[in-house]
């Protein structure tokens, strides 16, 4: 069982930066692949951003450039450092563990970007 705990969201100006962090418990976080996704009110989850286990990365066209996941095996942290936010970027952001058996979920945290 792996639990995943966000937080770092809030409110920000258009052009401004926040930086997310996921902390995933159990002893097989560096096995996992970690994502970050996100939900706006009225669409489909989507995927932000994904590493894998190795350290590969991919990012949705929409924030590349623009933003960078991370992850920390040592401390079982996966971070998403946000710049240039956009009134589009705003949505509920999840944390996704994905064991290749099993994918988890976090509740989410609410990043807020004004104009």
């Known amino acids: 069982q792996v639990r995943l705990v966000e937080s770092g969201g809030g409110l920000v100006q258009a052009g401004g930066s926040l930086t997310l962090f996921c902390v995933a418990s159990?002893?097989?976080?560096?096995?996992?692949?970690m994502g970050w996704y996100r939900q706006a009110p009225g669409k489909q989850r989507e995927l932000v951003a994904r590493?894998?286990?190795?350290?590969?990365?991919n990012y949705a066209d929409s924030v590349k450039g623009r933003f960078t996941i991370s992850r920390d095996n040592a401390k079982n942290t996966v971070t998403l450092q946000m710049n240039s936010l956009e009134p589009e970027d705003t949505a509920v952001y999840f944390c996704?563990?994905?064991?290749?058996?099993?994918?988890?979920w976090g509740q989410g945290t609410q990043v807020t970007v004004s104009s």
């Open positions: 996704n563990a994905n064991s290749g058996f099993r994918i988890y």
């Open positions: 590493i894998s286990s190795g350290g590969n990365t």
């Open positions: 159990g002893s097989t976080f560096s096995r996992n692949a």
